[in-house]
């Protein structure tokens, strides 16, 4: 992931390592290169695997979500600015298979950074928190058809419609398939279930870029069994 964390101007990077539980900083130096920082470990969190930035206490200084499988909770590190995340928060995702990615967008229009998580059978939503409320609101969790509960492979929220709102789109990596779900703007999606679109085999990443200048993100993905790749033209009327 790659962000200015700690604001001097030089995007900074934070990697998850799979095989440590813990997260490498690497500060910009500006000129191409970085200086590596510490790196954020807590025992409660086991088989990280997924990383996002965001907001999440409003302080206006960019903090990080990660998502652990085996644990089966997020992690929320408050960033101070400084090169340091002193204070974290942990929440639960519920019963069911581990969370595997996790991103952030503003789903439902109140200016709080808002989080999905992905899932093995589906998609936990996590409206923000923000004035020193500290948690997350649960919303009502999204049910996907994922083939043999297959690990979902990429996530990646964009306007898709040109409604405004942001729409989510998750690849199904046993299904040789994407998800297409369109957001309401109040933190729920349709249709569903969701839309199905077949690209090639093992489906490993999403790229929304408008490839054809139209003013709508197309999506590429990268299909890991065939060494292919899908495009899927935006052909939305609006
Ligand atoms: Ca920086
Ligand atoms: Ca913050
Ligand atoms: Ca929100
Ligand atoms: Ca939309």
């Known amino acids: 992931m790659v962000v200015d964390l700690d604001r001097d101007g030089s995007l900074d990077l934070a990697v998850v390592n799979d095989f440590c539980d813990d997260i490498s900083l690497l ?3 500006g000129d191409g290169s970085f200086t590596p920082g510490n790196r954020l470990k807590d025992e409660r969190l086991a088989n990280l695997k997924s990383l996002t930035f965001g907001d999440f206490d409003r302080d206006g200084l960019p903090d990080l979500a990660a998502v652990a499988k085996d644990s089966g909770n997020l992690a929320i590190f408050l960033g101070s600015g400084e090169r340091d995340f002193p204070r974290r928060f ?6 069911g298979e581990g969370p595997t990615l996790v991103r952030q967008a503003e789903l439902n229009g109140d ?8 899932k093995e059978g589906g998609l936990a939503l ?13 919303a009502v969790p999204v049910e996907l058809p994922l ?11 964009l ?8 729409d989510l789109a998750l690849a199904d990596h046993a299904g040789n398939r994407i998800f297409l779900l369109l957001g309401r703007g109040d933190g729920t999606f349709e249709p569903l279930p969701p839309l199905e679109l077949d690209v090639g085999r093992g489906p490993t990443s999403i790229l929304a870029i408008d490839v054809n200048d139209d003013g709508r993100l197309d999506l590429l993905t990268t299909n890991q069994e065939e060494d292919t790749l899908t495009l899927l033209l935006n052909v939305t009327p609006y």
């Open 147 to 157: 083939a043999g509960r297959g690990s979902p492979s990429a996530l990646t929220l």
């Open 111 to 118: 200016g709080k950074a808002d989080l999905v998580v992905a």
């Open 90 to 95: 942990l929440f639960p995702l519920g019963p």
């Open 126 to 138: 996590l409206l923000g928190f923000g004035e020193g409320e500290r948690t997350f609101r649960p």
């Open 27 to 29: 500060w910009g130096n």
């Open 159 to 166: 306007e898709l419609d040109g409604d405004g709102k942001i």
